[in-house]
């Protein structure tokens, strides 16, 4: 954003959340928070600077692990890294003069058998325990926050932490005791997002997924005077020239942040920012819409057809179930709109899903649901009139 990298502050939007989580408001999210955005549209910059500190304020006790910062790793094990780093740093005054005696491992609670000389819980230890033992040597609510939680549906061991953290929640928040655990999840995907929510045999069944707020005006405005006051009087960014390029590059402040250091930096002799601006954005819009131009161009009818019933469903919000005899009919109508064969079945679908996903423009949980992988190429889908 610039040399010193200030970050407009969303106190509001974090004291909200948190007492939508705490459940001082009419929204209930004690089995779970789900907050879903397009990747790079400031949610983690949002978590780390802003709920992050919202939670310390209230005596909670913030969790905080990104699936998206090693996406080989079992999303298991970042989990129980991110707990185990949290647990380590409650020793006690006994414990840390335990270790510098030299003694390695010390019982917690009489439930974990802690090794100082590993950074993971101790093997054989279930997230439900560790938390719990968390939980009890902070004496405060857990508030676990998992960036890009799409991420642990990819594999079997992903989807069982998932199991094993809706366990733990069940038993720290369950009789009359005081709560003892939040689970917060965000996804750049609603759709996989959804799929740990949407149906009786997902871990979350039943809890709702709310968009989270996009960066609006108030950013705008703050962006146009930060770079501003690096500029000459003369030659100044408006506001609406501003406003105008982040939407056309999808509300994320990183490409925004580009586009304005192009312009501001390499351009800013000519004196016509805000015109540059806008041709920037324009520029980068259309190179996004060619790309998806280009993938779109090598699809046989059949996967073209299969990608248009996708973003139809996503764009309205909807599951994509792709061997109903609905799904089936759908992609025949678009079939017969381009004059192909009406050739939709089982079988032919699965290989459009299949090749789809080789070309990366579908994405699959490891238990056969399917997503776009970028629901942006939707919306161009729709403006092209596919």
Same mark, same amino acid.
Request: glycine share 6%; net charge negative.
């Given at each position: 954003?610039?040399?010193?990298?200030?970050?407009?502050?969303?106190?509001?939007?974090?004291?909200?959340?948190?007492?939508?989580?705490?459940?001082?408001?009419?929204?209930?999210?004690?089995?779970?928070?789900?907050?879903?955005?397009?990747?790079?549209?400031?949610?983690?910059?949002?978590?780390?600077?802003?709920?992050?500190?919202?939670?310390?304020?209230?005596?909670?006790?913030?969790?905080?692990?990104?699936?998206?910062?090693?996406?080989?790793?079992?999303?298991?094990?970042?989990?129980?890294?991110?707990?185990?780093?949290?647990?380590?740093?409650?020793?006690?005054?006994?414990?840390?003069?335990?270790?510098?005696?030299?003694?390695?491992?010390?019982?917690?609670?009489?439930?974990?058998?802690?090794?100082?000389?590993?950074?993971?819980?101790?093997?054989?230890?279930?997230?439900?325990?560790? #938390? !719990?033992?968390?939980?009890?040597?902070? $004496?405060?609510?857990?508030? %676990?926050?998992?960036?890009?939680?799409?991420? =642990? *549906? @990819?594999?079997?061991?992903?989807?069982?932490?998932?199991?094993?953290?809706?366990?733990?929640?069940?038993?720290?928040?369950?009789?009359?005791?005081?709560?003892?655990?939040?689970?917060?999840?965000?996804?750049?995907?609603?759709?996989?997002?959804?799929?740990?929510?949407?149906?009786?045999?997902?871990?979350?069944?039943?809890?709702?997924?709310?968009?989270?707020?996009?960066?609006?005006?108030?950013?705008?405005?703050?962006?146009?005077?930060?770079?501003?006051?690096?500029?000459?009087?003369?030659?100044?960014?408006?506001?609406?020239?501003?406003?105008?390029?982040?939407?056309?590059?999808?509300?994320?402040?990183?490409?925004?942040?580009?586009? #304005? !250091?192009?312009?501001?930096?390499?351009? $800013?002799?000519?004196?016509? %920012?805000?015109?540059?601006?806008?041709?920037? =954005? *324009? @520029?980068?819009?259309?190179?996004?819409?060619?790309?998806?131009?280009?993938?779109?161009?090598?699809?046989?009818?059949?996967?073209?057809?299969?990608?248009?019933?996708?973003?139809?469903?996503?764009?309205?919000?909807?599951?994509?179930?792709?061997?109903?005899?609905?799904?089936?009919?759908?992609?025949?109508?678009?079939?017969?709109?381009?004059?192909?064969?009406?050739?939709?079945?089982?079988?032919?679908?699965?290989?459009?899903?299949?090749?789809?996903?080789?070309?990366?423009?579908?994405?699959?949980?490891?238990?056969?649901?399917?997503?776009?992988?970028?629901?942006?190429?939707?919306?161009?889908?729709?403006?092209?009139?596919?």
């Amino acid at each position: 954003m610039s040399p010193s990298r200030p970050i407009l502050r969303r106190d509001q939007l974090a004291q909200a959340l948190a007492k939508d989580l705490a459940g001082e408001s009419l929204v209930d999210y004690s089995s779970g928070m789900f907050l879903a955005a397009p990747r790079r549209t400031g949610k983690s910059t949002f978590l780390n600077n802003d709920f992050v500190p919202e939670c310390l304020q209230r005596s909670w006790l913030p969790v905080y692990v990104d699936l998206w910062s090693d996406r080989d790793a079992d999303p298991a094990e970042l989990i129980s890294g991110a707990i185990g780093t949290a647990l380590g740093s409650f020793e006690s005054t006994l414990v840390k003069a335990a270790k510098k005696a030299g003694v390695e491992k010390i019982n917690l609670l009489r439930t974990l058998s802690w090794d100082f000389s590993r950074p993971q819980l101790p093997a054989g230890t279930t997230l439900a325990q560790a #938390l !719990a033992v968390l939980h009890q040597v902070s $004496g405060q609510m857990v508030v %676990l926050i998992i960036d890009e939680a799409q991420h =642990a *549906l @990819n594999s079997e061991e992903g989807l069982n932490a998932m199991f094993a953290l809706k366990a733990a929640r069940d038993h720290l928040n369950r009789g009359d005791r005081p709560d003892g655990l939040r689970l917060v999840f965000t996804g750049s995907s609603r759709d996989k997002l959804a799929n740990l929510v949407l149906k009786s045999k997902q871990p979350f069944f039943g809890a709702s997924i709310t968009p989270f707020p996009l960066l609006g005006r108030e950013y705008v405005e703050f962006v146009t005077q930060l770079w501003n006051r690096r500029l000459a009087q003369d030659n100044q960014f408006k506001v609406e020239d501003l406003e105008y390029a982040f939407e056309l590059v999808g509300r994320r402040p990183e490409m925004l942040g580009k586009l #304005l !250091a192009e312009v501001s930096v390499g351009l $800013g002799e000519a004196g016509n %920012l805000g015109e540059l601006l806008r041709t920037g =954005a *324009l @520029n980068h819009q259309a190179g996004v819409w060619s790309d998806y131009e280009s993938a779109w161009n090598e699809l046989s009818p059949l996967q073209q057809a299969v990608l248009e019933v996708m973003a139809e469903r996503t764009l309205a919000k909807q599951p994509f179930s792709p061997f109903t005899d609905q799904t089936f009919t759908d992609v025949n109508r678009k079939l017969e709109r381009a004059q192909a064969q009406a050739n939709a079945s089982a079988t032919n679908v699965q290989k459009a899903l299949d090749a789809l996903r080789d070309k990366e423009l579908v994405w699959k949980a490891n238990r056969g649901e399917y997503a776009l992988e970028d629901v942006s190429m939707a919306e161009w889908m729709t403006r092209a009139g596919r």
